[in-house]
């Protein structure tokens, strides 16, 4: 009689924001999650000494925390703080207006009264000026900006930090007119707590109540860098770069180069390993195998696709959970490597969905989910379920950075003895499996749509591709002419644009507040290669990537209608995935007064008489609700237009629409200059999926 294992993998990454030449860091992240995600994750472990869990720390990650921890790093956004508000130029000054507030307002904003009041002012001058910081940002004080400098330093601070430090208490309670001393005495503070990231970790690991693993080193999608043709295995109609990438051999240094970075820092080899995005390819595989990783985890899609078998889920059940919940042994002839697949429903909920329940709800859905699970399988076999995913991009999305949904579930989980709370490594050394797959029947894809979308088929990122491509050999053919420390520079360039987030960020379905700043320094990494070889740099890499048109508006142009945007549900506004079941993508053109809303169902969205859609539109997004509501019902085919009015949604009209197969189209007069919109999916009166709030278009 076996308990139920149950495995954590929480995944803590960040892309490379510095440029190796000049050592500038363009972006804060590492420095501001650092602050909020990735040591309070770990600490919170210390309550709970049976609680066993697995942190993966990608190399890019760990060297820019090693970075910080020096005490010399500086970033753009650090570099704005520094200044004292009388000595900044108005170009900062803009800059500091526009891009200080690049946080979840809803919970780390609101609840501060003098932050809320700046953002309130910056927004009401923002539609007056027409969005032109240079002006507003002529109608704020030193003192404003001051206190907006150090609010947004200080929003960014954990839950557990602003709740048992003294200083960042007295400067929540302060709230305003904060001195140039409180300034420079926070910005200390963050490197403090860096400092202290590596080390814990380090005793963690140590104690052996976590376990490390790590991923190639920046981050590459391994199965493309092996060769870009594996796309095709899930699309085979996809469109391909002009250029077949196919260099192996950067897979495996990226694999080297994390192993020797990992070992250098914990003072031991990665015993497994989370392939980047969770792309796996036969090709890839056998990179893990050569160099003796013992374990890797992906995506059950990507076991369901292998063995060509694919469950049903009935009440968030699997059919045949046996098959899932269990690890798999690939086998080749260079060896074996074993394989674990993640719950993607139970990862995806705490990934998306319990950041909207309170946290004591959350955790015991959570624990229910996962006793219902334990019902279902016979308890003569060890069976584990893996829960995987992002590690810190999703807990700004909670109340208190996610603490006390962790805490309270915690707190329920370890007190159940049926539950054994496991690293992999240790569950392997428990247990083995004869369950083989052969490495020849892997399925080549990745965490998303089981395939290589998100980073490969579109123009622009097929554009970045065949840049990488060119500039690759352009080292090959000439590196003989350089010294050895200038030949590690150009390659060091050409290892960190094989990066995945540059391509996750090019083109159609993923998009930030800074793609522009994705796209330079891709670029950027391009053009040093050029420079290192003393060769001109191409044009293509002198202006953006994205000067064509995305090729799904092409269509939409021909019939009259301009501003097209695309707002794909496989992805979440900043870095986090979202697993639509429901829709694929919701596009919004103009033509005259006239808005075109076009939605389009996901092929598996299981068709229910009793769902009914309903977009919320709003001119103002501090106050969503606030203006118009679009029903489509499926029990009548009806679709409605209602208003807000005196706290109640008053029925104006009903609206024309076009349905064919998957997708809904309506047009409806509007006369806005900017709208949100907030797209619900109901069941029964009960809401089952909502994506996303807060999505902003400009007419």
């Known amino acids: 009689m076996y308990k139920l294992n149950l495995a954590f993998i929480w995944h803590m990454h960040q892309p490379l924001y510095k440029d190796i030449i000049t050592s500038k860091y363009l972006m804060p992240w590492v420095r501001l999650h650092a602050i909020k995600d990735y040591l309070d994750m770990l600490l919170i472990l210390e309550k709970y000494s049976n609680m066993k869990q697995t942190f993966n720390l990608v190399p890019s990650l760990l060297e820019q925390l090693e970075d910080y921890s020096k005490g010399n790093v500086i970033d753009n956004y650090l570099e704005l703080s520094l200044i004292e508000p009388k000595n900044l130029s108005l170009p900062q000054k803009a800059k500091i207006l526009e891009f200080f507030f690049d946080l979840n307002w809803q919970n780390m904003i609101y609840k501060y009264p003098r932050y809320r009041e700046i953002l309130e002012k910056r927004e009401s001058l923002r539609k007056k000026y027409n969005n032109n910081y240079f002006i507003l940002s002529n109608e704020f004080s030193e003192q ?110 990226q694999i080297v180069r994390a192993i020797q970075k990992f070992e250098k820092i914990f003072d031991k080899k990665p015993i497994g390993m989370w392939p980047s995005e969770q792309s796996v390819s036969p090709e890839s595989i056998e990179y893990f195998i050569k160099n003796n990783i013992n374990w890797v985890v992906t995506d059950e899609g990507i076991l369901f696709n292998t063995i060509k078998h694919f469950p049903k889920r009935n009440n968030e059940l699997l059919d045949n959970p046996e098959i899932l919940y269990k690890p798999y042994i690939i086998q080749s002839s260079k ?67 996610g603490y006390d949904f962790l805490n309270e579930f915690y707190k329920i989980i370890s007190q159940d003895n049926t539950i054994d709370l496991i690293t992999i490594s240790d569950y392997l050394k428990k247990y083995t499996t004869n369950s083989i797959i052969n490495i020849n029947d892997l399925y080549s894809g990745s965490w998303i749509k089981s395939d290589f979308t998100t980073w490969i088929g579109e123009p622009i990122k097929n554009k970045a591709w065949d840049c990488l491509y060119e500039a690759r050999k352009i080292l090959l053919e000439n590196e003989n002419k350089l010294n050895q420390e200038e030949r590690n520079k150009a390659w060091e360039e050409i290892y960190i644009a094989e990066g995945s987030d540059w391509f996750w960020w090019f083109g159609e379905g993923n998009s930030s ?49 301009s501003n097209i945007r695309k707002y794909d549900f496989c992805r979440h506004l900043g870095t986090m995935y979202h697993n639509s079941e429901n829709f694929n993508y919701l596009i919004y053109a103009k033509k005259n007064n006239l808005l075109l809303i076009e939605i389009e169902y996901s092929k598996i969205y299981n068709y229910n008489k009793n769902d009914r859609v309903e977009i919320f539109i709003s001119d103002d997004l501090l106050h969503l609700y606030s203006d118009l509501k679009i029903v489509f019902c499926n029990s009548d085919f009806s679709l409605v237009l209602f208003k807000y009015h005196k706290e109640n949604w008053i029925k104006i009209n009903k609206i024309d629409f076009f349905l064919e197969k998957n997708k809904l189209s309506l047009e409806i007069p509007i006369n806005k200059k900017k ?23 400009n007419l």
């Open 144 to 253: 404003e900006i001051l206190d907006l400098t150090v609010w947004f330093n200080l929003a960014w601070f954990d839950y557990t930090w602003i709740s048992n430090d003294n200083f960042l208490s007295y400067l929540v309670n302060k709230n305003s007119n904060f001195s140039l001393d409180d300034r420079n005495k926070l910005i200390i503070k963050q490197f403090e707590i860096i400092k202290k990231i590596i080390p814990e970790y380090k005793k963690f690991y140590n104690n052996k109540q976590v376990e490390l693993t790590t991923t190639p080193y920046y981050h590459p999608i391994l199965p493309l860098l092996c060769d870009t043709n594996s796309f095709l295995i899930a699309n085979p109609d996809g469109q391909l770069p002009n250029n077949r990438f196919r260099y192996p051999e950067d897979c495996n240094i």
């Open 335 to 401: 060896g074996k490597i074993n394989i674990f697949f993640r719950d993607i429903y139970l990862s995806d909920m705490i990934g998306f969905s319990y950041s909207k329940y309170y946290y004591k709800d959350a955790a015991n859905d959570l624990y229910s989910r996962i006793k219902n699970i334990q019902n279902t399988l016979d308890n003569s076999y060890p069976y584990i379920i893996t829960i995987a995913l992002d590690g810190e991009n999703c807990w700004e999305y909670y109340n208190n950075d």
């Open 513 to 561: 507040t800074h793609d522009d700043l994705f796209d330079l320094q891709f670029r950027l990494h391009l053009q040093n290669v050029y420079k290192i070889l003393n060769l001109n740099i191409p044009e293509i890499l002198k202006s953006s990537l994205y000067i064509d048109k995305h090729s799904y508006e092409i269509n939409y142009i021909n019939k009259g209608w």
């Open 675 to 697: 709208i949100f919109f907030d797209l619900k999916l109901f069941r029964d009166n009960k809401l089952i999926e909502e994506l996303e709030k807060y999505i902003e278009y």
